[in-house]
Structure formats: C-alpha cells, structure tokens
C-alpha cells in the first residue's frame, strides 16, 4: 500500500523543480522520468500528481479535515511502501515544495 503526502499552496508549485528536488534528498542513483522517480533497481518509488487548483470554497477542509483558504494549490505525491526511503523521498520532496512556495504539507 503506497503512503499520500499532499503539499497544499497558495502559489501555484514549479513541478519543474522536481529532479532538483529529487537531487538534494540525499539519496543515491535515482532516476527521475516526469512525475515518477525510480531507485537504482528501477522500483517506483514516488509519484508526484500535477498540481491542481481548489477553488471550491470548503472542498479542502471535506477531503483533509483540515481547514484551508481556497483558492489554493493541491500536489499529491504517492510514496510506495517499501522500501523505507520511498516515504523518506516523499517527506522531503513535499517539505522543499511546501517551503519554496509558500505552502504546507499535509499527511504523515
């Protein structure tokens, strides 16, 4: 079962940024093709969703519980269970695109 961290932000996330991000985890001899990062034995690791605007008033707070004022910036990043630096590489990910642009993360 794959682990969901969600990076909610009032501007809109440069997904571009993704291999830099991916680069400073920390973590060696992974690959980087669009929104899937694979380690070096070629097992998906992390997911990352195109970033979709919430303009919906109420919509983030029925899906997370959690309040949040719309319009905002929605990115889902799916880490794979195992191995362990999967959700590490998330984590990081999510917290780099939540503090470049202005955001929070929401999830484990």
Do not use: K
């Not at 970033?51 to 929605?74: D, F, H, N, Q, Y």
């Amino acid at each position: 079962m794959s682990r969901e961290l969600v990076v909610l932000s009032q501007e809109e996330p440069d997904l571009d940024a993704l291999p830099a991000l991916v680069a400073s985890s920390g973590i060696q001899g992974l690959d980087v093709g669009g929104p899937y990062i694979f380690d070096s034995h070629d097992r998906l690791l992390l997911r990352v969703q195109d970033a979709t605007l919430i303009t919906v008033p109420g919509e983030v707070e029925r899906l997370l519980s959690a309040p949040a004022r719309e319009p905002v910036w929605w990115v889902e990043l799916h880490a794979a269970a195992s191995p362990p630096e999967a959700f590490h590489l998330a984590r990081h990910c999510a917290r780099e695109l939540a503090t470049r642009h202005n955001g929070t993360v929401w999830g484990q």
